[in-house]
């Protein structure tokens, strides 16, 4: 039986001819063969699996060889050319660098160097995976690579470029490997096919050569795979199967549904691809990359950046008809926003099902009508007007041998006219109108008719006092004022209207206009805290917090999170009641509703240690010891 090769190795290039998408760098090698102008050092760099190493065999294989073609090629006839096609060249060394990346690996290298080639014009160093060799193997290789022998070339070849140091850089002639684009991966994948007698459908090769991400090795390697799997007849369902990857369909049906608003099949779509064992994170993406697909389909322009087969093609140009670029921003923004919330997570299905959720609400009508009722925006300010609009509750007084809540009115006059609650409009609901009740006489001499009583109406004494309702009131509305915003008298109303109408913006889902909540940096933090610091300074109940508020640096944490390390527990004891009103002061200086403040007692080591004047110059003048000196001469003492 004769041994297998896996197809990467056994369809490798060898002309400058059969290297597939780097017709740029492969004309540029062939034409310095043809012209003999050789540099003594060059640098190949890419992706894997693109032909750096390919090509770096094929070029020292054409600048040895004795009777190069007029195209530059190797004529693979001379000594030379067949030594290297054997496998017995002693011109062209391959080192890995991965394992030789010692400052005694370079110099034994330096030590070959000096042996002239045998046959041949050019002895060859192939060194694979350059960035692997150490600082001190680069700087050992400096000088030799700057000025080899005339008969050395050195040809680097690495996927991390930027690993290498500058001074290697500037010493080599650099080519950068393009990705394989997937028109050109299928292509090759077609030739390998038809000589392999291997069955396929147009669109299984179009899978693998998405799967590859740019890389031609990796293609032909899951072409192996995939071809053993299938037995010779490679099709579409086969390729999905055995990959395990999701089948584009549901992302054609996943938008279509999406732009019907019919959020219940969604659901059914996302359960049914649970449950055949794909992760949600895995959808989010996949439909991610749908859109962005269909997105590039919508214009000519943009069509070759859609790297899909041609039936691929008019499937996403189809479905580009049928949706509105507006939606398909908005729909790649919650996707992406979803990708970065996923890892953190506690519930990743309910994240994603919201996500599609909101994605298929965003070509539904902002309508506002009584009951459309999706926006939370909407609800929102509906019951923030019912708030405003409740009268004052009224005093309790007791007749009839029970306690009963009646209203003093005022008699009405000519210029005096009865206080009533604006109607609200939104969602149809109106409020009844109730004349608002004054102050209730709290003087035993005060009788019913002067407060405008019934006639004949009798009032105990225990209806004088304030009830319990009433004092419960109170006790909420002392709390209210504890957690109101540090701010001004004067800025405090224009502040929390301003912090309203920004939270009613930031709560609108994806079809709003408003789709990002402001943001704020460390700089814009620590300037609003001094400001509230200032503004604590000037009441007399906050005078001694804030200086020592003054000393803290608040730090965010994790946007939106914030935290505030106090320095010992007494700090910390004093700013603890007071913490809901800093967060609120916060919320609305830097116009982030979701702000959310964290007080903790700093760590050992954490503590800032205050230092008294004596101890500052104390330390001043070791450091400078002619401080000590000119407080001698000018006879000053400390205090």
Avoid at 20 to 28: F, I, K, M, P, R
Avoid at 111 to 132: A, L, N, S, W
Avoid at 185 to 202: F, R, T
Avoid at 550 to 562: A, L, R, V
């Amino acid at each position: 039986m004769e041994n297998y090769i896996v197809s990467a190795r056994k369809y490798r290039p060898m002309t400058f001819r059969s290297v597939v998408g780097q017709e740029a760098l492969t004309t540029t090698l062939r034409n310095t063969v043809k012209s003999g102008k050789l540099a003594h050092a060059y640098l190949f760099c890419g992706p894997r699996g693109v032909g750096k190493t390919t090509c770096a065999r094929i070029f020292a294989k054409a600048i040895n060889c004795m009777n190069p073609t007029a195209d530059g090629e190797a004529c693979n006839e001379c000594e030379s050319c067949r030594a290297m096609n054997e496998g017995r060249s002693m011109n062209i060394f391959e080192l890995d660098a991965a394992s030789n990346n010692s400052v005694e690996n370079i110099r034994q290298l330096m030590e070959q160097t000096q042996i002239p080639p045998q046959i041949g014009r050019y002895k060859v160093f192939i060194i694979d995976e350059v960035h692997m060799l150490s600082t001190a193997a680069f700087n050992a290789f400096l000088k030799t690579l700057e000025e080899p022998p005339a008969h050395v070339i050195f040809i680097l070849a690495t996927t991390e470029k930027h690993k290498i140091l500058p001074t290697i850089l500037s010493r080599c002639q650099i080519y950068d490997f393009e990705r394989m684009r997937v028109p050109d991966i299928i292509k090759h994948l077609e030739m390998v096919a038809g000589k392999e007698g291997i069955e396929y459908e147009p669109e299984a090769l179009s899978v693998i050569a998405e799967k590859a991400d740019g890389g031609m090795r990796d293609a032909l390697s899951i072409f192996d795979q995939v071809a053993s799997f299938s037995q010779g007849k490679i099709t579409y369902q086969k390729v999905i199967e055995d990959l395990n990857v999701l089948d584009a369909e549901y992302y054609f049906r996943m938008v279509d549904l999406a732009i019907d608003n019919k959020v219940p099949d969604m659901m059914l779509l996302l359960n049914k691809i649970v449950g055949k064992g794909f992760d949600p994170g895995l959808l989010v993406d996949g439909l991610a990359s749908h859109l962005r697909n269909v997105l590039m389909a919508r214009d000519a322009s943009t069509l070759p950046l859609l790297e899909a087969s041609d039936q691929m093609r008019q499937r996403y140009q189809e479905q580009a008809k049928r949706t509105q670029p507006r939606m398909i921003y908005r729909a790649l923004k919650l996707l992406n926003d979803c990708d970065l919330a996923y890892r953190q997570s506690s519930n990743k299905r309910l994240l994603v099902e919201l996500t599609l959720i909101q994605v298929a609400q965003l070509t539904q009508p902002d309508d506002d009508a009584a009951g459309a009722g999706r926006s939370p925006k909407r609800l929102k300010s509906l019951f923030k007007q019912i708030a405003v609009a409740q009268p004052k509750p009224a005093l309790q007084v007791a007749g009839g041998g029970r306690a009963k809540e009646r209203t003093a009115t005022r008699p009405s006059s000519a210029n005096d006219a009865p206080t009533t609650t604006s109607p609200i409009t939104a969602s149809g609901i109106k409020p009844a109108t109730v004349p608002q009740a004054p102050d209730a006489p709290t003087h035993p001499s005060l009788t019913a008719a002067t407060v405008g009583m019934p006639k004949g109406f009798k009032m105990k004494l225990s209806g004088l006092g304030p009830s319990f309702k009433q004092m419960l009131q109170k006790t909420e509305e002392k709390k209210e004022n504890q957690d109101a915003p540090i701010l001004a008298p004067e800025v405090a109303a224009q502040a929390l209207q301003t912090n309203t109408a920004q939270t009613s913006t930031t709560m609108s889902p994806a079809g709003t206009d408003a789709e990002e909540a402001p943001t704020f940096t460390d700089n814009e933090l620590r300037l609003q805290w001094m400001l509230m610091c200032n503004r604590m300074q000037q009441q007399e109940r906050f005078l001694g917090l804030s200086l020592r508020l003054k000393n803290i640096t608040p730090e965010i944490t994790d946007y939106p999170n914030i935290e505030v390390v106090a320095d010992n527990k007494s700090l910390l004891a004093e700013m603890t009641p007071i913490r809901d009103s800093i967060e609120k002061t916060l919320q609305i200086t830097l116009h982030c509703p979701v702000l959310r403040l964290t007080l903790r007692l700093a760590d050992e080591g954490e503590a800032r240690r205050f230092y008294t004047k004596r101890e500052i110059f104390d330390q001043m003048r070791q450091k400078n010891p002619a401080l000590e000196k000119l407080r001698l001469e000018l006879g000053l003492e400390l205090a």
